[in-house]
């Protein structure tokens, strides 16, 4: 079983619907929480970070991450076509390994006219 | 802000050879990460420098080996070519440990 675990879609949503997007993980070790956003030949690009529980919002993107029930999400609202991309959760354990991060695979978002 | 840059963006290979990526983070960015992408296996961590030290390492055998430079930039090295080995080879960067980290468009390999 892996780690972190997200479901890969595809998802396809109308413009202006509210997304949500969510991982799973096992190891209690995890503290910090990251959303990044991966458009085709480009890199990960980094929408949210928070540390422990709680939620947290930017702009349209709220993050929430529930560690009683190892749960992270991303709302996206008022979605756009340009949000159509992969979205992929990451997370590390606190202190020395912190920059390890483990990653979901990815959901694949479709946002259509 | 310059972002993350890697070089080069595309590199074609034979079995056996070995190749070397080049990575420069984000200006003030102390801390470099590498992983590597394939469609298979997702996302998965290869080593982390700070301070030219390599400070944690992923479960890659020893093929797979990196440096980083007193002026931060970083590259990665891979020695005897493997099919498996043909993904795209991801550098992040973040201003210190425990950062949130900035990725690069990342270095496409094949491996024919």
């Known amino acids: 079983q892996k780690e972190v675990e997200q479901d890969p879609g595809p998802l396809s949503v109308p413009e202006g619907a509210i997304v949500s997007l969510n991982c799973t993980y096992s190891n209690s070790a995890f503290q910090y929480f990251m959303w990044y956003r991966q458009y085709s030949r480009k890199g990960p690009e980094l929408l949210m970070y928070?540390?422990?529980?709680g939620n947290k919002e930017d702009g349209r993107f709220t993050a929430q991450v529930d560690k009683s029930s190892k749960y992270i999400s991303l709302f996206i609202r008022d979605s756009q076509p340009s949000d159509s991309a992969t979205y992929l959760c990451?997370?590390?354990?606190?202190?020395?390994?912190?920059?390890?991060?483990?990653f979901g695979t990815g959901t694949r978002l479709q946002v259509t006219l | 802000k310059a972002g993350v840059t890697q070089t080069p963006r595309y590199l074609i290979k034979t079995r056996g050879q070995q190749v070397t990526l080049s990575c420069s983070p984000i200006s003030g960015h102390r801390s470099v990460s590498w992983y590597q992408q394939t469609p298979g296996q997702g996302l998965q961590f290869l080593f982390e420098y700070f301070s030219e030290t390599q400070r944690n390492k992923g479960n890659f055998p020893g093929r797979f080996s990196g440096r980083q430079f007193s002026n931060s930039r970083s590259e990665m090295n891979v020695s005897t070519l493997e099919l498996g080995d043909s993904a795209l080879y991801l550098c992040a960067s973040s201003p210190d440990l425990n950062q949130p980290q900035h990725f690069g468009d990342g270095t496409r390999l094949s491996i024919l």
């Open positions: 990451a997370m590390s354990a606190s202190s020395g390994t912190a920059s390890k991060l483990t």
């Open positions: 928070t540390y422990s529980s």
